[in-house]
DNA sequence: AATCATCGCAACCGCTCGGGC
DNA sequence: AGCCCGAGCGGTTGCGATGAT
């Protein structure tokens, strides 16, 4: 257990008044301090949580042990073999855009996915044959597959599309309001309603891309099968990433973290 | 059993960005 | 326009756990 830097500041009537953030782990008390504040306060403001919840810990480090830590959406557990293929693929795009490589895969943190390559991709990267190299060769002898595919299947696409149309329209009705249900009781700064939608487009492709990965070991047709309704659908649920990491897959922790919080937002 | 090396992960640090004034 | 502050991101560090010798 130790103490961290010393804040200096002036408070009250001149007072110099010295602030010791606590730093190193934390404490199961300080966690239930901080989860208390987040079901009460939502999250945001992490520099008041010190006042407000009783910590002396900076915004900063609250911020991170609940993202990284306390949040209940998370997934625990091990990296499985198919978020592992993602997270290679999406780094080969990508680089080292950790956060943006997260939001692909939902209940693992930014951090976590950082860690994870570091440990296990970065030795083998520094050989001729390292795995960012071979991952951006799949990618692009996919892309180019990919497109391929899709200028076939354009003419039969629009066909079909034509007639999902109709049912699509009124799905999305429903979908929206979903939708804005969710912005409206999640709140996210910096975040306008028309980036999100801009952001739910880019996820979408992205979704379509992921699925068509996904599928590519299994049966490597399958994936340009899919139809834009499907992938439509994979984006939609994913556009909660870009304000709390809500997928398919987290559905179930999804309902619990809104138990825990929402109802006091 | 003791020591050392390696691994995995939580937490911190420094920087950048965006919003408010 | 410039400054300040809060939030977020990527890089790095520190330490406990585990395995090898």
Redesign the pocket.
Known sequence: MYW??VMAGHVGRGVLEEEVWR????TAEEDRLLVEYVRLHCE????SVARLAGLKRN???C???WV??LRPDLKRG?ITPQEESIILELHARWG?????IARSLPGRT???I???W???FKKKAKSPSDAAEKARNRLMRKQQFHQQQQQQQQLQQQHRAQQQQMQFNFDMKGIMAMLEDDIHRTPY??QSRQEMINMHQNTTEEQGYLYSMLNDNSSASSAPETSAEEVLWDGLWNIDDVHGNFSVASAASRFGLYNLVAPFC
């Open positions: 961290g830097e730093k190193g782990p934390w945001g403001r992490w520099n915004g900063k480090s911020r991170l042990r990284n830590y091990q080292n855009r950790w956060s943006t930014d951090n976590e950082k860690n994870y570091r440990t296990h700064k910096s």
